[in-house]
């Protein structure tokens, strides 16, 4: 195992008498990116801050390579820790042409700074442009100079905050494999805080879910997308359909079917949750459908309320003859289901997730 670079320890941090990071506690390891990931305000910001120095946590300790960096009796500034930062506004020196903006940090001979420099600018691909100045570089290549800038003093951990919410959504994607594949030769260990599930799924070696100040749940993105520990962890990386219940004999019935609920007393209410891309409209109980898939539990029938086309795929709202429940259905392909055509719609029973309510 690795080492742990950078570490966060019962973090709190108390604004106006509100804990606004409340225990949180983290590690980062050389080689990984560990994604922060929650709804703007849960504190992730604050933590990142903690994390470089700037701010001071009112109780907890912040480690680096094992040794205390800040705890309630001593405090290292951010500049002493070794550590690079970039934020959302990319914060590149105007004045500064591309390789001056990246040599800024660097101590040594001319010599070894421009050989560092070059090296970092082939790997953001930027090699032509030495002698630009910030104003004229696009969005993505301003982002690629400020990655290449923090990396040159060859930091131990890299800080990112928001790092790539001013790119537009096309740029977005190839920026972020380019800045993936520069922190991984560099063996970085980088904490990526951003607020949008997709980016941490695609950047994330680990996410850490925070609601309010506290972690919800830490993990690979495989492990949180499909074992989600409650409703909200669920719905925060896709739309879900709820299917309630209630308890009776250890069994929940539901419009598809009875689910066990062993262990749980006789009227305990429950929540099935289950992802509009894990239900599968046919257009008879024998699961004729235009896209075949495996599912099993009992098909339900219904008649089409709303759907539309999105190219990829077509988001159908479904309405359920059992109780009227509308559920959301996502369908791949071009396949566009007419308002009030009956079908019948089944679930992946082993993608369902079942919650206390
Ligand atoms: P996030 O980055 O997740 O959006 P922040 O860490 O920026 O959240 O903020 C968390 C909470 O702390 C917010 O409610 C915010 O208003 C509050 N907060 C942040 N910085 C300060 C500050 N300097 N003074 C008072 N409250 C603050
Ligand atoms: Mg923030």
Redesign the pocket.
Known sequence: MPANKLELQDIT?V??G?N??DGLSLALKPGEVTC?L????????????IAAGV?RQTSGQVLIDGQVVSDQSGHMPPEARNIGLIFQDFALFPHLNVERNVGFGLKGSNASKKARVCELLQKVDLEGYVHKYPHQLSGGEQQRVALARALAPKPQVLLM??PFSGLDDRLRDDVRDATLELLKSENTAVLL?T?EPEEAMRMADQIVL?RS?RIVQAGAPYNIYNSPVDRQAAAFFSDVNVIEGVVKNALTETPFGQFLTPGMVDDTEVEIIIRPQHLKLDFDRKGRGPNPTVTDGVPARGRVKRSRYLGHQSVVEFMMDYDSSVLKVLVPGVFLPKVETAMWLSMRRDRCFLFKK
């Open positions: 941090r604004y106006d509100v606004v990071v922060l929650g709804p703007s305000g849960c504190g992730k910001s604050t933590s990142l801050r701010d905050d928001e805080v607020h925070m100040g």
